[in-house]
């Protein structure tokens, strides 16, 4: 092979905007502009990327802002700290003027910071805001907004994560956000109001966290969902919010887990189980029920509930919560189980008819070798008519004795499917 005097550079023959388009692929812009020293023709290219992305740690935001040339910002995102309103106010209105699309800000350890700037609620490229970590006067500044000055026309997608107040402002800021497809908050409260209404939000997560909850208003309504386009949910309540919901007709999957820590409270039990009535046109359901006390569990079982649509749902809870959701879902294909805790299996008086008809596949995770468990997959087996496999995944410490005795038991059970297929693997592998 015959080596030429010069050496070819291939990306340099690459016009400028193809080499400006890799390296907005680049993690950081710290890593974009240190591709200035590549060559001459290298030196200013990074002052022409789309996307300027911050490390918490780079002290040259400022610096680096004033060097980029592109009148167009994709993507901004960056820490504030030690940031002063000015130095605020300068980024977030570079961004705006830039007409960015996607704005992300992490509020780390800032105490200093009075306001945003009222620009930001008025700009319309935003497609994509998220902002992390509020104070709890940063949160009253943020949402002490009225209808009149928000105007997002495009924003699709608002993230509020660690939010601490200020959440009473929250409707006037999603009215200004009329094309807004997803939410997402997560807050640290203590039975504070939360309203959330929007006819075009099509996901939906919300996590209410609490270190020392109180239970002073029972009965009050603090979470309030009004999103009848809503089709994902994620609701995730530790801190015992009363919730209120308006109609989820459109509803296809969702995660719902309630920890209730107070027995005795039939208020907040009948708000959880008049919740859960309220997704019954549900698709895909992943239900955590493992923390509810007696109250709830006697308020939800005692209830008539159909999920008509429920082709798969993922359970974690006691076994009589099993035996409530075979009886109301009569076209469940797909049912994977968490059980953490063993009292309540009862055989259902008449074979619910998922069981003869529609179920394929049960999963239970983890299997723990427990006569009662025993006893829910000996009935499921028998009277499963249509079931193509079912997998018991055991825990990854089960020594190889029990393992096999394990097995040895499950494959004895009768089968109303000649067809069943029985998988055992560890729980980690």
Same mark, same amino acid.
């Given at each position: 092979?015959?080596?030429?005097?010069?050496?070819?550079?291939?990306?340099?023959?690459?016009?400028?905007?193809?080499?400006?388009?890799?390296?907005?692929?680049?993690?950081?812009?710290?890593?974009?502009?240190?591709?200035?020293? #590549?060559?001459?023709?290298?030196?200013?290219?990074?002052?022409?990327?789309?996307?300027?992305?911050?490390?918490?740690?780079?002290?040259?935001?400022?610096?680096?802002?004033?060097?980029?040339?592109?009148?167009?910002?994709?993507?901004?995102?960056?820490?504030?700290?030690?940031?002063?309103?000015?130095?605020?106010?300068?980024?977030?209105?570079?961004?705006?003027?830039?007409?960015?699309?996607?704005?992300?800000?992490?509020?780390?350890?800032?105490?200093?910071?009075?306001?945003?700037?009222?620009?930001?609620?008025?700009?319309?490229? #935003?497609?994509?805001?998220?902002?992390?970590?509020?104070?709890?006067?940063?949160?009253?500044?943020?949402?002490?907004?009225?209808?009149?000055?928000?105007?997002?026309?495009?924003?699709?997608?608002?993230?509020?994560?660690?939010?601490?107040?200020?959440?009473?402002?929250?409707?006037?800021?999603?009215?200004?956000? *009329?094309?807004?497809?997803?939410?997402?908050?997560?807050?640290?409260?203590?039975?504070?109001?939360?309203?959330?209404?929007?006819?075009?939000?099509?996901?939906?997560?919300?996590?209410?966290?609490?270190?020392?909850?109180?239970?002073?208003?029972?009965?009050?309504?603090?979470?309030?969902?009004?999103?009848?386009?809503?089709?994902?949910?994620?609701?995730?309540?530790?801190?015992?919010?009363?919730?209120?919901?308006? *109609?989820?007709?459109?509803?296809?999957?969702?995660?719902?887990?309630?920890?209730?820590?107070?027995?005795?409270?039939?208020?907040?039990?009948?708000?959880?189980?008049?919740?859960?009535?309220?997704?019954?046109?549900?698709?895909?359901?992943?239900?955590?029920?493992?923390?509810?006390?007696?109250?709830?569990?006697?308020?939800?079982?005692?209830?008539?509930?159909? !999920?008509?649509? #429920?082709?798969? #749902?993922?359970?974690?809870?006691?076994?009589?919560?099993?035996?409530?959701?075979?009886?109301?879902?009569?076209?469940?294909?797909?049912?994977?189980?968490?059980?953490?805790?063993?009292?309540?299996?009862?055989?259902?008086?008449?074979?619910?008819?998922?069981?003869?008809?529609?179920?394929?596949?049960?999963?239970?995770?983890?299997?723990?070798?427990?006569?009662?468990?025993?006893?829910?997959?000996?009935?499921?087996?028998?009277?499963?008519?249509?079931?193509?496999?079912?997998?018991?995944?055991?825990?990854?410490?089960?020594?190889?004795?029990?393992?096999?005795?394990?097995?040895?038991?499950?494959?004895?059970?009768?089968?109303?499917?000649?067809?069943?297929?029985?998988?055992?693997?560890?729980? !980690?592998?």
């Amino acid at each position: 092979m015959k080596i030429t005097k010069l050496s070819i550079d291939r990306l340099s023959d690459l016009p400028d905007s193809i080499l400006c388009h890799i390296l907005s692929f680049l993690p950081t812009t710290k890593n974009t502009v240190a591709t200035c020293i #590549l060559a001459r023709r290298w030196r200013y290219l990074w002052s022409y990327v789309p996307n300027l992305i911050f490390d918490s740690d780079d002290e040259n935001i400022d610096r680096v802002l004033l060097l980029h040339k592109l009148q167009c910002v994709d993507t901004f995102r960056f820490t504030v700290i030690d940031c002063n309103d000015h130095q605020l106010e300068t980024r977030i209105k570079f961004a705006v003027d830039r007409n960015v699309k996607n704005l992300h800000i992490n509020f780390y350890r800032q105490n200093s910071i009075r306001a945003l700037p009222g620009c930001l609620f008025t700009c319309k490229t #935003l497609v994509d805001l998220r902002l992390w970590n509020f104070s709890t006067f940063l949160s009253s500044c943020i949402f002490s907004v009225s209808c009149a000055v928000v105007c997002l026309p495009r924003l699709k997608i608002l993230h509020l994560h660690y939010m601490n107040g200020g959440y009473e402002s929250l409707p006037d800021l999603l009215s200004g956000c *009329p094309v807004l497809e997803e939410l997402e908050i997560q807050l640290y409260c203590c039975f504070c109001s939360c309203k959330i209404s929007s006819p075009t939000i099509k996901r939906l997560v919300i996590n209410y966290f609490d270190v020392e909850p109180s239970y002073e208003h029972k009965g009050y309504y603090n979470l309030e969902i009004n999103t009848p386009g809503l089709v994902y949910l994620k609701l995730v309540d530790i801190s015992n919010q009363h919730i209120k919901s308006g *109609p989820l007709t459109s509803l296809i999957e969702a995660y719902i887990r309630f920890e209730d820590y107070v027995d005795g409270d039939y208020l907040y039990s009948r708000s959880v189980t008049e919740f859960i009535d309220r997704i019954r046109n549900i698709r895909c359901l992943d239900l955590n029920l493992s923390e509810c006390t007696e109250t709830t569990q006697s308020v939800f079982l005692a209830r008539t509930i159909s !999920f008509c649509n #429920l082709i798969k #749902l993922e359970l974690t809870a006691d076994c009589c919560f099993l035996q409530k959701m075979l009886e109301c879902a009569d076209n469940l294909e797909i049912l994977i189980l968490r059980e953490e805790k063993i009292r309540g299996w009862m055989e259902p008086q008449q074979v619910p008819t998922c069981l003869s008809s529609r179920l394929r596949n049960i999963k239970f995770v983890p299997f723990l070798h427990r006569k009662r468990r025993f006893k829910a997959v000996r009935y499921v087996l028998k009277n499963a008519k249509v079931l193509e496999k079912i997998e018991i995944v055991y825990p990854h410490y089960l020594d190889s004795k029990s393992r096999n005795a394990l097995i040895q038991i499950m494959s004895s059970f009768q089968r109303g499917s000649s067809a069943c297929e029985l998988v055992a693997c560890p729980e !980690f592998g």
